[in-house]
């Protein structure tokens, strides 16, 4: 065997590789890679388990003008690498609402809620949502008989619930609830993602159809960038990828890192780029819209956001770079929906009294688990109950503490 | 760019490639001259910046100048005003404020630029043949991209060498193979492993300010106390492994800076390994000449051997205090010097009590060596506090658990150093040894081909899926 000996090159006259080398080294190099990646994927899946076809099971075809529906009276299991199996059920209006659809029963005061997949609980038992848990801390701090109907949908975008609130009057609330998360402000086209006939095209000819479109739409560094982020996401959805990032955002300072550097943290940068603003627009529009109507019905409009994995860690460190604020969003969002007549419920801030609340998140699918939900329950309790809502009030505020998680 | 990124290492290879386009020095100078330039401009895009950084050249180059044409007796004042000029533009803290430029400028390499000048006018000075250095070899050896963001530092005589010779030292396919592969493992080192030990560093940092039962404190101290070195280690060498790579692709050797630092089995042989042109810049410029001094003043036999670690303490600081311009960096540069004035003490204590050969047979005790490697390593990580946190953050760590519990945590990490370090040492010999007729089998270029791809694999795959811009390197703010 040759060696490679860092002072036999100090020499000036080095010796030939043998003839074989040339084939034999590159040979090695790509059966070690293969081997190595191979060999990750195969131990990542087994390490690793979802379910096929996910909650896609249960929706109706996508309609593009009405977004997801679930299919009435539809069952459906669901396993997410980072979660245990969870069921949903869906009523007779598709809603996962832990009741039937119809009208409330005398003497109860009704809350609607309504949202994408961080109220509907997506990936967490519907016990465990705050959807279930908060009627119940509402009913006993109030002593009233409070319910939650949950009409909250996965997938849905802010322009859909405003769409949809005629459904949501029909509930018969008290009062409507409307959690929002920034990932409903910043979600470009939820089709992609929740589209069940996505996977029934190769991802061969998924590149080559985008990009042949895109090269003819878009300029040729666009339709290259935008290539190559078709191609990451690819990537991040393998076993091996989802098992390092698994592994590697247990680290909190890596998984803000992350976080912080992608496009999804755009909600709290400044200064603001131009699709933020011009989403906060969108919002806007689609504020003013639910706020009519939730006017015209006599009923009030509380409105709430709920953080991100990341955004919580923030708040909860009291420390971010000069460029980020986890609270912009809010602020923004608290400016329109007061504007618009709604009421605005801040959560945000009770996040810095929890060390770690980025551990009640799913690291790598970011929806809140049992406990991000408890801990949402316990902090829209207590501002719900604080004067808020005046329907809710209590005179006595139990302290929010990280002993009643 | 002034990173360990894949900008970095394809601009550096796309460069190696065109200078090797002809083997004329002409060419082999300009395309450096060029690739140099262009650096500095993916560094900084308004050339005003970079004013002070040429003034600071200018003024270097009319020193050596004047020595060339025999002005020795200029040499004082151009080293002070070199020195000022370094200071000044460093802003270092004891000056007043109003004395600064408040522009922004850049000062990037600025440390590395400053010891390839003075080694220069110093040598210029004490030459006895007369050497006329260009002004344009001379920006090439001060500006040179691979050497300018954390050296090494170079001497003028090796860089021209091998840029000024007319046949330029070969490049076959062996060596462009252990080059690449060299690139691979610092990358590797730079962009996994040094993030991999930063994020424990962040994230022990953050447990000790929370309020955790005291034994997640305790486990958070003691990976606060033990990962800095690693970090540093893997950051610093692995941006240097990618440097010298890439001027040995453009046929130029430069300088080892790190020999396994952590087998050092004292604090003075480590820092003959880390970091050694740092170190042998200033045993050259600084402990040699303050020690004939000093000998040459004090003649007394019995005080001989103090002077020597007299030198080293005052030599040992200047390298502490050379790391920063705030006063956390003396405290710094107190712990380097005292380090090795305490281990030179400590030898001649030993050699004294107990005879040159008894001492060194203890020395060489397979026991004692693990103890001091291990003691060695933690006094280095120990003193790195004052390397990366600021006054503030030293207050909150220390304070975040009572003396006796830092007490305890520094033993159970020497113990672990030790430990750690004595079977890290066997392994590598164990697997040293299983040898073919020509040589271990783990040089071989075959082993080497295949784990330069597995961490090529690993640091491609993580660096891509984590998207986030490469680690800094943490020596480019000296």
Known sequence: MTQFDSSAFENDKERKLPRRDWILLPLLSLATICLLAGSVELLARRMLTESRPFIAACMEPLDSKDGLRAIPNSTCRDKKYESNWVEYEFNSCGHRAGMECGPKAPGTYRIVLIGSSFPMGHSTQREKTFAALLPIALSRQTGRNIELYNQAMIGENLHLTALRMNETLALKPDMILWAIDPVDINRENISEVFNPQTDSTSIFDNFWFRFNADIHSKSFSSAISDLWKRVLRHLQDTRSAVLLQRVMYKSRSQYLKSSLAGDDSDFMRIPANAQYQMELQNFDKDAAEVARQAKSANLPLVVTLLPVRAQAALISMGDWPADIDPYRLNNDMRAIVTRHGGTYVDILPDYRSITNPEQGFLPIDGHPNADGHATIARFLTKELTSGAVPALKVTAQPAVSEQGQ | ?478
């Open chain 2, 1 to 478: 760019m002034d990173a360990a990124s894949f900008l970095f290492v394809a601009f550096g290879l796309a460069v190696a490639l065109i200078s090797n386009c002809s083997r004329s020095r002409l060419w082999r100078s300009a395309v450096l001259l060029l690739a140099s330039i262009c650096f500095l401009g993916f560094l900084a895009h308004n050339p005003i910046v970079f004013l002070p950084l040429a003034g600071f050249l200018l003024l270097g180059y009319a020193g050596i100048l004047l020595l060339e044409r025999g002005w020795s007796g200029t040499f004082v004042a151009s080293l002070s005003a070199i020195l000022l000029a370094y200071v000044w533009l460093k802003k270092y803290t004891f000056l007043p404020e109003g004395f600064f430029i408040h522009s922004p400028y850049f000062t990037l390499g600025l440390s590395y630029i400053f010891f390839r000048v003075l080694h220069l006018l110093i040598e210029t000075k004490d030459l006895n043949e007369k050497r006329r250095i260009g002004f344009g070899a001379y920006l090439l050896y001060a500006l040179n991209f691979t050497t300018l963001v954390s050296g090494p530092i170079q001497r003028y005589d090796e860089f021209a060498k091998d840029q000024f010779a007319d046949e330029p030292i070969a490049l076959g396919a062996r060596t462009v193979g252990l080059q690449l592969e060299r690139i691979i493992r610092g990358f590797f080192k730079v962009n996994v492993l040094a993030m991999l030990f930063n994020l424990v560093r962040e994230d022990a940092l953050a447990q000790l300010a929370q309020p955790l039962p005291l034994s997640l404190k305790l486990f958070a101290a003691f990976k606060l106390a033990v990962v800095y070195p690693l970090f540093l280690y893997a950051n610093f060498s692995g941006y240097i492994d990618i440097v010298i790579a890439l001027a040995r692709l453009m046929r130029l050797r430069l300088p080892e800076n790190f020999d396994r630092p952590f087998s050092a089995t004292s604090f003075i042989d480590f820092w003959n390994r880390w970091h050694i042109t740092l170190s042998t810049w200033l045993k050259t410029y600084a402990y040699n000449p303050l020690l004939i001094v000093l000998m040459r003043r004090i003649s007394s036999p019995a005080l001989q051997p103090l002077l020597g670690v007299f030198s080293f303490f005052v030599t040992f600081f200047l390298i502490g205090v050379w790391h920063g311009r705030t006063s956390v960096f003396i405290v710094f540069g107190v712990l380097q010097g005292g380090g090795v004035a305490v281990n030179k003490l400590w030898q001649l204590g030993m050699t004294r009590a107990l005879g040159r050969k008894a001492y060194k047979a203890i020395a060489g005790n397979l026991i004692y060596a693990s103890f001091s490697r291990g003691l060695n390593y933690i006094w280095f990580a120990f003193t790195l506090f004052w390397f990366w946190a600021s006054w503030k953050q030293i207050d909150q760590v220390f304070s975040a658990l009572s003396v006796t519990a830092w007490i305890g945590v520094w033993a159970t990490a020497w113990l672990a150093a030790t430990l750690v370090l004595a079977l890290w040492e066997w392994l590598r010999a164990a697997l040293l040894s299983i040898q073919t007729a020509e040589g271990p089998v783990l040089t071989s270029r075959y082993a080497r081909v295949v784990y330069a791809s597995t961490l090529g694999l690993a640091a491609l795959v993580i660096t891509v899926l984590l998207n986030q811009p490469a680690p800094d390197i943490v020596y480019k703010a000296f």
